[in-house]
């Protein structure tokens, strides 16, 4: 069997021995370099496709001693944007070799300018390779194509895992500690733009035992951000209103939420980069001074979501407001500006039941005269 060429984010060893699911040792590997091609990055993503150039060189991994499940690993990891296998010459150390890399079909990926491994490695290099997981989940019964289509909030979940690991307060809770939780098996049965996840697992008690095995399922989507602009001087709150699927879904009589302006967490993005794009995306609002609220779970028992929450100062004239959204996104929105008061009423009254918009609320009633106060 052929050796393989590697020239992109594979050529990072760890991502690779998470993609192959096994130890590097045994393989062989070593620096390659294929001439008159040029790795360029493919536009719209983080990853590079692999260009004929006259006179360049490319430099990669030649890597050796991959058996038959491991190049099924391979082709499905890169086959879901159209790579496939061909079969090109190489220079090593030890000379010219004949080699195998994985290279796009078809016109679905146009080059953007050079990639380099090293502006790659220092944004994305954490991030995809967390991905691969999630990716490797499917292997080999889902269609790579749907991983593709899926991959944008693929590195999305993986970015909020990378963020969770952040240190956390235990001043009153049990602090996590190596061997607390044994993972017996992960499973992924439903995996569309959301995904369903379940666990057979053990944990430690507070007795000090550990449980017996159980079962659990988590709902993910990826962190999300909230904001809620407030203008001061006006004392005025931007609130949006949308359909909601989970109303509907629970059979609520009225299924127009009232809510803060709220978005995922995209990849390489941060929360407050997220309120201010979606700030403008969905109420036209350019928000100024972000004052966070709190970061939490809604629903730890269910859901891997984690929501940060904002109040962002604004100016909210008269007129402020209106329809907006992505259309693209299929988004219908509708931003109200109110006074302060008048939306502690409507918490009081039950028409704003959205939870993310009442913690900033209730925040914005305890910090609301120290953010008045001029200068």
């Known amino acids: ?27 062989t590997v070593s620096d390659a370099r294929l001439a008159d091609h040029v790795v360029c990055r493919a536009r719209g993503e983080s990853f590079p496709l692999i260009c004929a150039q006259p006179g360049a060189i490319a430099p990669g991994l030649c890597i050796e001693g991959l058996d038959a499940e491991a190049r099924a ?20 150390d030890a000379g010219a ?22 502006d790659w490695d220092d944004q994305w290099r954490d991030i995809v390779t967390l991905a691969a997981d999630e990716v ?20 999305a979940r993986a970015a909020a895992a990378l963020r969770a690991r952040d240190p956390a307060p235990t001043r009153l809770r049990k602090k996590t500690q190596p061997g607390d939780i044994v993972l017996h ?40 951000a909230t904001v809620m602009p407030y203008d001061p001087v006006r004392d005025a709150v931007l609130l949006i209103e949308q359909f909601r699927a989970g109303p509907y879904a629970r059979g609520d009589s009225e299924c127009w939420s009232v809510e803060a302006i709220a978005g995922l967490v995209d990849p390489g993005e941060t929360p407050e980069d997220t309120v201010r794009r979606e700030a403008v995306e969905e109420a036209g609002v350019e928000v100024g ?36 959204g992505l259309v693209a996104e299929g988004e219908d929105i509708r931003a109200h500006v109110v006074p302060f008061d008048t939306a502690m009423e409507l918490v009081e009254s039950g028409e704003i039941g959205n939870a993310p918009l009442i913690l900033t609320l209730l925040w914005l009633a305890r910090n609301r005269e120290r953010l008045r106060k001029p200068g």
């Open 1 to 27: 069997m052929d050796p393989i060429f590697l020239y992109g984010t594979l050529c990072h060893l760890p991502l690779l021995a998470r993609v192959l699911d096994r130890d590097l040792a045994a393989l």
């Open 73 to 92: 690993r391979l082709d499905y990891y890169e086959g879901g944007y159209g790579y496939g296998a061909a079969r090109v010459s190489v220079t090593t």
């Open 97 to 118: 070799q004949v080699a195998t890399m994985y290279r796009p079909t078809g016109d679905r990926l146009q080059p953007d300018g050079p990639w380099r491994f090293e």
């Open 136 to 155: 490797m989940l499917g292997f080999p019964d889902r269609p790579p194509e749907v991983n593709a289509r899926r991959y944008r909030m693929i590195l």
């Open 185 to 224: 098996q992960r499973r992924q049965p439903y995996a569309r733009f959301f995904a369903v996840e379940e666990y057979d697992f053990c944990h430690r008690r507070f007795d000090g035992t550990m449980s017996e095995e159980m079962n659990r399922a988590a709902f993910f989507t990826a962190d999300a």
């Open 289 to 324: 001074q972000l004052h966070k609220v709190y970061g939490y779970y809604p629903s730890p028992g269910a859901k891997a979501e984690f929501i940060y929450s904002y109040v962002g100062e604004a100016d909210l004239p008269e007129g402020a407001g209106g329809l907006g």
